[in-house]
């Protein structure tokens, strides 16, 4: 599944191209993509069509696109009613989950895409070379295993007050414009990730020590701390030299405070990297994969000898899924004394 690296080098791919956008066309070629849509195929096509897309932003492995006008109408009297009722509508957001292989391609002329479940068609802003207005571009969002979603959703003041996500440096002109501070409401129970500024070192510090589970469960519990799958959780836990069951709350904060650093190095590095891929299921908007799998430590390293002690990296069953680690540097727990 992507993970936060991953899915911000899409986020930061389409920023340049969607920001100040408007849709042109929509088309929904499987409504599977449509899981998390309140409404048919119909319904999102029609309340998509003519918006304006104010930016690009992310939070852990959600992306959204805020709205900022409404959708075109097919008639003059609907159109009129709309505006009426305009200042009492809830600001809208198109927002993109991309699943266990969902990616998001961007391009003009290019031949589609295998597995392509919704197509926009895109109007950017501004003008070329000779002063004619920028071609349309399309946007494909493919999933070949159907679990990524798409869906236009309400959004909600944040709980904090604080910008909901990473946006990039977009809209200049308008830095404290109402879209940064609100969320959707399919994201709001998402916690901030460790690379939003307004992460909170303290309260992620607190909420780890009162678990008693493993520190892997808490790395992956998206309420807590956002962003981190397997991977990133396997190499943070390997840098920081930290079983993956070593229990939360028996943790000092000064070696969750020196967890949290690593799994931010680790993320910026992949960032750096353009993210992991081992097969064609992640690329980004221009169908390029990531190369930080070729300085994964652990993650899929099973038998190769650890890079600070040169033990054989094992690999071991946990959770209906996997976990890696070295068994020197990151030694078992000791059974906890009842």
């Not at 304006?52 to 959204?64: L, Q």
């Not at 950017?124 to 070379?129: A, E, I």
């Not at 994964?296 to 600070?308: I, N």
Request: aromatic share 6%; hydrophobic share 40%; glycine share 8%.
């Amino acid at each position: 599944m992507p993970e936060l690296p991953e899915v911000e080098v899409v986020r930061a791919g389409l920023e340049p191209a969607v920001t100040g956008a408007r849709v042109l066309h929509v088309q929904v070629l499987d409504e599977r993509a449509l899981t998390r849509h309140d409404g048919p195929a119909e319904d999102f096509a029609h309340r998509l069509t003519g918006r304006t897309i104010a930016a690009a932003v992310r939070r852990g492995k959600f992306m959204w696109f805020p709205l900022s006008d409404q959708a075109a109408q097919s008639d003059e009297a609907a159109q009129s009613d709309e505006a009426a009722q305009s200042d009492d509508t809830q600001p809208e957001a198109l927002v993109a989950h991309l699943g266990m292989s969902g990616q998001i391609l961007l391009g003009r002329d290019r031949p589609a895409a295998r597995h392509r479940r919704i197509v926009l068609d895109v109007q950017p802003p501004g003008t070329d070379r000779d002063g004619a207005p920028e071609a349309p571009v399309q946007l494909e969002f493919v999933d070949q295993r159907t679990f990524g979603s798409m869906a236009i959703d309400r959004m909600l003041p944040t709980i904090d007050g604080a910008p909901a996500g990473l946006a990039g440096a977009v809209d200049t002109t308008d830095p404290d414009a109402a879209w940064r501070r609100r969320i959707p409401f399919q994201v709001s129970h998402i916690a901030r990730d460790p690379l939003d500024p307004a992460f909170d070192d303290e309260r992620f510090l607190a909420a780890a020590r009162k678990r008693s589970s493993g520190i892997k469960r808490v790395l992956l519990d998206q309420g807590v701390i956002s962003g981190i799958g397997n991977i990133y959780a396997d190499e943070s836990l390997w840098a920081a030299r930290l079983h993956h069951d070593r229990p939360a709350d028996r943790l000092p904060r000064a070696t969750l405070r020196g967890l949290l650093d690593e799994v931010r190095a680790v993320l910026r590095r992949a960032l750096e990297d353009g993210g992991t891929s081992f097969d064609d299921q992640y690329v980004n908007v221009n169908g390029q994969s990531g190369y930080f799998s070729q300085r994964l430590a652990v993650y899929g390293q099973q038998g190769e000898p650890c890079p600070r002690c040169g033990t054989p990296i094992v690999r071991e069953p946990w959770m209906n899924r996997s976990s890696h680690r070295c068994p020197v540097c990151q030694p078992r727990p000791r059974v906890r004394l009842r």
